[in-house]
């Protein structure tokens, strides 16, 4: 390839969130002229887009960097760039550990990308990570998939839970107006996205911070009311949104996904811990009793809803009593897909001060059991499918075996089957079940629902 072209590189590490900053940030770069190269190697801007949520998620970004700052001798006009929440914890210490860097910036500042940049290019080395007002971006996001995308709805977190980074790393909650996220809904439905996830760190808490109350007192935004305001998207088949937190879930909100037919019966609501004097001393504002009742509500109106979380083993203090009533909960809720981590010890979180800390043994053996018991339950869960016809949005092909393609059911169960990803990329099938495992499907197709409209 000669391209006389300039090149960038992202890679991103994290949740959603920074997926969604990356693929923003990719397209104001091919906006300035950038080639996508996905070799780092190839590239003469780089950027990491990181993450800080767990200590190891960060040290895997200090490897990467390590790598690219030594090319960077070589190479002086290389641009490295780090952006995202280690770039907003770290800030200046950061440019002190690798000074090759040319860019820091923070979370809010992605949007910022190219002015940023410029200042780079003029010969700065630059720090963004003050507190800014997220500004809509009118540029076209460089998304990685053609048949689903993400929207953020709402940014940062007001929450203090008192593991956790996210609300230092992405700054206070900034809804966007509901006339912002349709028209970004309906751009991507004209351009034939089938599936859209709604995206906030609380998506709960969305529309606390717009104006307006209703004649009772009640915030005339909720995020109930967005759904009913963007649900009928032309184009878009499929709505999904994350992460709800179970201390402002409503059963307004459940009956309203009932209700809607795109929305999908999918929710993810982490509960971190089975025990109240833990729910308790993580500040999470909520028992499991009412966890429980959340999820049984859920599955009065969809008694087939599939349900994830998270869940977090070996906080300060948790005794063995405590972790067992999280295994509990794991039984007896039986969730389709549970996200599970050791207790990490995060710089400006309170309980990483704390002296009541656990040895990694005792949080590596309790988070070994709890993922034995994921496994068993969801092998349980996936039982239910067997025999059934499940519509499945066909994404991508195998990797593994180019002769099938694969997509997600509404439960969000990744489904493969026989097929040729140039005639079903983006198209419903239904599938017949015919093998299932713990976190995936396989099954045969009997209908493809586009071709069948005449
Ligand atoms: N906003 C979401 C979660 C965001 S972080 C919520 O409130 O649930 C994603 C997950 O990382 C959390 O749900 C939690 O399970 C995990 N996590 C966050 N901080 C952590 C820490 N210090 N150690 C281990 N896991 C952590
Ligand atoms: Fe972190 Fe809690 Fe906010 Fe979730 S709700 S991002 S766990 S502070
Ligand atoms: Fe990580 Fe930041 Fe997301 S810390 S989990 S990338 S909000």
Request: net charge negative.
């Amino acid at each position: 390839m000669t391209s006389s072209k300039r090149r960038y590189h992202i890679t991103t590490f994290g949740c959603q969130m920074n997926k969604a900053d990356s693929e923003r940030m990719a397209g104001i770069l091919e906006d300035m002229g950038f080639e996508f190269s996905e070799d780092p190697n190839n590239a003469d801007v780089i950027l990491y887009n990181t993450c800080t949520i767990r200590d190891n998620a960060e040290q895997k970004v200090y490897s990467y960097l390590g790598r690219q700052a030594k090319r960077k001798h070589e190479q002086p006009d290389l641009t490295l760039v780090v952006a995202g929440c280690v770039a907003q914890q770290e800030g200046e210490a950061l440019l002190r550990r690798v000074p090759e860097l040319d860019l820091v910036m923070g979370p809010q500042h992605a949007n910022r990308l190219k002015d940023l940049l410029e200042s780079v290019f003029g010969g700065n080395q630059v720090v963004a990570t003050e507190p800014v007002h997220i500004m809509e971006d009118i540029t076209q996001p460089r998304r990685d998939s053609k048949v689903t995308a993400w929207v953020n709805v709402i940014y940062g977190c007001n929450e203090r839970c008192t593991y956790c980074v996210v609300p230092n790393v992405r700054g206070v909650e900034q809804s966007r107006t509901p006339e912002a996220i349709r028209a970004e809904m309906a751009e991507l439905g004209r351009q034939g996205y089938k599936e859209i996830t709604l995206l906030g760190q609380n998506i709960d808490a969305y529309g606390r911070d717009l104006p307006g109350v209703t004649a009772e007192g009640r915030h005339l935004h909720t995020f109930t009311e967005l759904l009913y305001y963007v649900h009928d998207v032309p184009g878009v088949e499929r709505l999904r949104f994350a992460t709800s937190h179970p201390r402002y879930f409503t059963e307004r909100l459940i009956k309203a996904c009932a209700e809607l037919p795109k929305v999908c019966e999918h929710f993810h609501i982490p509960f971190q811990s089975g025990d109240n004097d833990v729910l308790k001393a993580m500040s999470r504002g909520y028992t499991q009793e009412k966890y429980r009742r959340i999820i049984d509500t859920i599955r009065k109106y969809m008694p087939d809803a599939s349900i994830s979380g998270d869940a977090i083993v070996g906080f300060p203090g948790e005794t063995e009593a405590q972790f067992e009533s999280t295994l509990k909960l794991v039984e007896d809720i039986g969730f389709d897909l549970l996200n599970t981590a050791a207790y990490s010890p995060r710089p400006g979180t309170p309980a990483a001060l704390w002296e009541n800390q656990l040895s990694e043994e005792v949080k590596s053996d309790r988070l070994q059991r709890l993922n034995h018991l994921v496994n068993v339950k969801a092998a349980e869960r996936s039982q239910r499918y067997f025999g059934r016809i499940e519509e499945v949005l066909v994404e991508d092909q195998n990797p593994k075996d180019k002769t099938q393609v694969m997509g997600r059911t509404r439960g969000n169960r990744l489904t493969f089957f026989t097929g040729d990803i140039n005639e079903l990329k983006g198209q419903l099938v239904k599938v017949k079940i015919t093998e299932v495992r713990a976190f995936s499907l396989t099954g045969e197709p009997i209908e493809v629902r586009q071709a069948l409209v005449v």
